[in-house]
């Protein structure tokens, strides 16, 4: 069973206001990664992670931006939520080896 | 560069049929690949993960193959039920700790 925390799980948030979205995983993974994902339509990779103090963008181009402080944990952070970010973010995790891939519930956020 | 397709992408069938989803990899030097489902809303369930090393794997009702010198992997779903309705998506990685390239998914419907 995956433990893979996202919080919050849906978010409706006024535009300029800044917000993190919290990962927290704990089955020591090495890798965390964060997708975006539009209604229907196909996910895609924004960040990813190695380790502690590794982060990466991903194939597509994000305003938002992310740490690694622990391993345990992968925020991902708007300085300015604009209604173009309005999406579904997905956070996953996976071993140094790269095996199964585990995702989290998501969270659906929301600029008006 | 690879690329992941998924075919048909949707299908409707009634209760206690058999089914095969289809994934197609244009680069058959793959690591490994893994189907997940998606319920609306909701984040990524793992189902079945395939080393390169294997041709399948088995878990329940699920059945999934893997032919990488042909760039395909099947899922073969058994007595279909209306609780397998969801979005099947299967990804693949393309090797040794790079990320997952995912498909854009098969959208099930199992009517009662």
């Known amino acids: 069973e995956a433990d893979i925390y996202q919080t919050p799980r849906y978010l409706v948030i006024g535009t300029g206001k800044k917000i993190t979205l919290e990962c927290s995983q704990t089955?020591?993974?090495?890798?965390m990664y964060w997708y975006q994902q539009d209604p229907g339509m196909e996910l895609h990779l924004i960040h990813y992670?190695?380790?502690?103090?590794?982060?990466e963008k991903g194939d597509l181009s994000s305003e938002s931006t992310v740490s690694r402080i622990r391993t345990e944990h992968f925020p991902l952070t708007l300085e300015s939520a604009r209604p173009s970010h309005t999406s579904q973010y997905l956070c996953a995790s996976s071993d140094r080896w790269n095996t199964e891939a585990f995702f989290g519930q998501g969270t659906r956020l929301t600029v008006v | 560069k690879q690329e992941v397709t998924q075919i048909p992408a949707a299908l409707s069938v009634p209760e206690g049929e058999n089914l095969v989803l289809n994934c197609s990899f244009t680069?058959?030097?793959?690591?490994?690949l893994q189907w997940f489902r998606q319920d609306p809303g909701k984040g990524l369930t793992s189902l079945l993960l395939i080393q390169s090393s294997q041709r399948e794997q088995t878990s329940g009702r699920l059945n999934a193959s893997l032919d990488k010198s042909s760039g395909r992997s099947t899922l073969y779903i058994a007595a279909s039920q209306p609780g397998d309705s969801a979005t099947y998506l299967c990804a693949v990685q393309v090797g040794y700790g790079q990320n997952f390239v995912f498909g854009p998914g098969t959208r099930l419907s199992v009517l009662p």
């Open positions: 089955m020591g993974h090495d890798k």
């Open positions: 992670s190695y380790g502690v103090n590794s982060t």
């Open positions: 680069d058959s030097a793959i690591y490994n």
